[in-house]
């Protein structure tokens, strides 16, 4: 039976939370904001006040470190565990007051510091889990920051226990707290030799017992609209506005289909994210996403055949459709590995967990990692309502992944 301190944990979280690493998806420079090191900093002294090897912080904002083995099998694979240190642009991060609220009754929280901001059983469901037990919200005006702040709690924790317990054989294993991930680019300057794993976990998940092998494969798009420009009060018969061309494009995309309001599960979607311009020039910015590659040639090939129906109509207008790769499905990798989910799999059923094996609808460091030769898949903390002023976190959850972590790694040793 492990015995995760759940007291520490949850400190460790709330005092991580409090630290402003908000990213910025319209920055070049690496990290995109500077603040992140502010946690990154912390995260380094800790490791080494633990004594794990190897540790260092990079300038981009990368914490590497390693616990090393204890095992005298020497055939044991490295494993990596990984999670991100940066909030989201959604909401603010500034100023996050967390709040520890013990012995949940299933009532309405009604956040301190914004009374419109309430949570609610009716609208979280998965809170009933956690009736009787601590979950831990924002105050009202902020995003909480459990993605991923409780993956890099969890992780630490973890790390605190294996050193601790040098009893529980394993064999090496690295620790990697990226900057970026929000934005994209929490593997753009990541070292792949210095990390020297050869499979990896990012926990980065949602509900207990969550392990995600899937994600979406994705890509940009974007069409440019070029007008025919004229001095506006000259221009009958000349002028075609480029703006109003943009306009009809996004009009004539589908009302009720297509888009990620309008479908779940494993269904794909094409989704406009912003338009630019002037009347001579216009450019739409599109995501597109889906589960399979085919999924997603025949997105392209649907979106791009809008646009040109609808230029056409327009005399002496053009446009130009491009594409760009950003990630893709991970389980393309992890199928030729099976048992780095399958060993996931059996460390969720050890901690006592209901196995619930899930795709996401969306990527993660791990969906890069994938193709950059570290297999990774991704397994849960426990965050809920992500990226919102209702975030929250089951503190339990989080004791279930210190130990999922504890339980690969020792399974990892018994079965090499």
Same mark, same amino acid.
């Given at each position: 039976?492990?015995?995760?301190?759940?007291?520490?944990?949850?400190?460790?979280?709330?005092?991580?939370?409090?630290?402003?690493?908000?990213?910025?998806?319209?920055?070049?420079?690496?990290?995109?904001?500077?603040?992140?090191?502010?946690?990154?900093?912390?995260?380094?002294?800790?490791?080494?006040?633990?004594?794990?090897?190897? !540790?260092?912080?990079?300038?981009?904002?990368?914490?590497?470190?390693?616990?090393?083995?204890?095992?005298?099998?020497?055939?044991?694979? !490295?494993?990596?565990?990984?999670?991100?240190?940066?909030?989201?642009?959604?909401?603010?991060?500034?100023?996050?007051?967390?709040?520890?609220?013990?012995?949940?009754?299933?009532?309405?929280?009604?956040?301190?510091?914004?009374?419109?901001?309430?949570?609610?059983?009716?609208?979280?469901?998965?809170?009933?889990?956690?009736?009787?037990?601590?979950?831990?919200?924002?105050?009202?005006?902020?995003?909480?920051?459990?993605?991923?702040?409780?993956?890099?709690?969890?992780?630490?924790?973890?790390?605190?226990?294996?050193?601790?317990?040098?009893?529980?054989?394993?064999?090496?294993?690295?620790?990697?707290?990226?900057?970026?991930?929000?934005?994209?680019?929490?593997?753009?300057?990541?070292?792949?030799?210095?990390?020297?794993?050869?499979?990896?976990?990012?926990?980065?998940?949602?509900?207990?017992?969550?392990?995600?092998?899937?994600?979406?494969?994705?890509?940009?798009?974007?069409?440019?609209?070029?007008?025919?420009?004229?001095?506006?009060?000259?221009?009958?018969?000349?002028?075609?506005?480029?703006?109003?061309?943009?306009?009809?494009? #996004?009009?004539? #995309?589908?009302?009720?289909?297509?888009?990620?309001?309008?479908?779940?599960?494993?269904?794909?979607?094409?989704?406009?994210?912003?338009?630019?311009?002037?009347?001579?020039?216009?450019?739409?910015?599109?995501?597109?996403?889906?589960?399979?590659?085919?999924?997603?040639?025949?997105?392209?090939?649907?979106?791009?055949?809008?646009?040109?129906?609808?230029?056409?109509?327009?005399?002496?207008?053009?446009?130009?459709?491009?594409?760009?790769?950003?990630?893709?499905?991970?389980?393309?990798?992890?199928?030729?590995?099976?048992?780095?989910?399958?060993?996931?799999?059996?460390?969720?059923?050890?901690?006592?967990?209901?196995?619930?094996?899930?795709?996401?609808?969306?990527?993660?460091?791990?969906?890069?990692?994938?193709?950059?030769?570290?297999?990774?898949?991704?397994?849960?903390?426990?965050?809920?309502?992500?990226?919102?002023?209702?975030?929250?976190?089951?503190?339990?959850?989080?004791?279930?992944?210190?130990?999922?972590?504890?339980?690969?790694?020792?399974?990892?040793?018994?079965?090499?």
């Amino acid at each position: 039976m492990l015995h995760i301190d759940k007291t520490a944990l949850t400190e460790r979280f709330m005092r991580y939370v409090q630290i402003d690493t908000q990213s910025d998806p319209n920055s070049n420079a690496y990290p995109t904001t500077e603040k992140q090191k502010d946690l990154s900093k912390i995260l380094q002294q800790e490791l080494l006040d633990m004594r794990l090897s190897e !540790v260092s912080l990079d300038e981009y904002g990368y914490v590497y470190a390693t616990i090393p083995s204890n095992s005298e099998n020497k055939n044991i694979p !490295v494993i990596c565990f990984c999670s991100h240190v940066d909030t989201a642009p959604d909401c603010s991060g500034t100023n996050v007051k967390p709040i520890l609220h013990k012995n949940y009754d299933g009532k309405n929280i009604i956040l301190p510091d914004d009374s419109t901001q309430i949570l609610k059983l009716s609208d979280s469901p998965y809170l009933k889990n956690h009736i009787g037990r601590e979950i831990i919200t924002a105050s009202g005006n902020t995003l909480l920051g459990a993605d991923d702040k409780s993956g890099v709690a969890v992780i630490m924790q973890a790390a605190q226990y294996l050193i601790s317990n040098p009893s529980i054989k394993h064999g090496t294993i690295k620790i990697v707290f990226t900057p970026d991930e929000e934005v994209g680019k929490g593997t753009a300057k990541i070292d792949m030799k210095k990390l020297g794993a050869d499979f990896g976990y990012t926990l980065d998940g949602g509900e207990a017992g969550s392990l995600e092998d899937e994600t979406f494969s994705a890509d940009a798009a974007t069409i440019v609209i070029h007008g025919v420009i004229a001095h506006p009060g000259y221009a009958k018969d000349t002028l075609v506005n480029a703006i109003k061309i943009a306009g009809a494009v #996004l009009d004539a #995309l589908p009302k009720n289909e297509w888009s990620p309001e309008t479908t779940e599960n494993r269904q794909g979607f094409v989704h406009p994210v912003s338009v630019n311009g002037i009347a001579e020039k216009t450019t739409i910015s599109f995501i597109v996403r889906d589960f399979s590659l085919e999924g997603l040639t025949s997105h392209h090939e649907r979106l791009k055949k809008i646009a040109e129906n609808v230029v056409a109509q327009f005399p002496g207008a053009t446009m130009e459709y491009t594409q760009q790769e950003q990630y893709r499905n991970m389980k393309e990798i992890l199928d030729t590995c099976p048992q780095v989910a399958n060993f996931a799999a059996e460390a969720i059923e050890r901690a006592g967990l209901t196995l619930k094996k899930e795709s996401i609808r969306g990527g993660t460091d791990g969906s890069r990692l994938s193709y950059m030769g570290l297999p990774c898949p991704n397994i849960f903390t426990g965050m809920q309502n992500i990226h919102s002023k209702l975030e929250w976190i089951g503190v339990e959850d989080m004791v279930k992944a210190s130990e999922t972590i504890v339980h690969l790694c020792q399974i990892w040793e018994e079965k090499s």
